[in-house]
């Protein structure tokens, strides 16, 4: 059974930067399509960035253009967050999660087949 494991989440100042991991256990991380989503109370689950099965290609939602980046290292079967200049709207638990099957970044949350545990990302004023 394939695991996410994400790290990294953290309270920061706005402004400020913080990098997630997520780590996946298996053999097959390079076929997975990865996501990043995030969710605060009461709302729904929000995709946030993708990333193809190579690295290269990436895509945001409008939100975080220019902000947030999303990379992979196949050989270490991590794929990372960098978040620059965050915003006190960025607060959220942010979850990492993998598409099986098809090399097509997706933004829905039922296109992703596995997900991680998340971790609390919040952004103070």
């Known amino acids: 059974q394939v695991q996410l494991v994400e790290s990294g989440g953290g309270l920061v100042q706005a402004g400020g930067s913080l990098r997630l991991s997520c780590a996946a256990s298996?053999?097959?991380?390079?076929?997975?399509?990865m996501g990043w989503f995030r969710q605060i109370p009461g709302k729904e689950r929000e995709f946030v960035a993708g990333?193809?099965?190579?690295?290269?290609?990436?895509y945001y939602t409008d939100s975080v253009k220019g902000r947030f980046t999303v990379s992979r290292d196949n050989t270490k079967n991590t794929v990372y967050l960098q978040m620059n200049s965050l915003k006190p709207e960025d607060t959220a638990v942010y979850y990492c999660a993998a598409r099986r099957l098809e090399n097509r970044i997706a933004t829905m949350e039922r296109e992703y087949d596995l997900w991680g545990q998340g971790t609390q990302v919040t952004v103070s004023s």
């Open positions: 990333i193809n099965w190579s690295g290269v290609s990436a």
């Open positions: 298996g053999s097959t991380f390079r076929t997975y399509v």
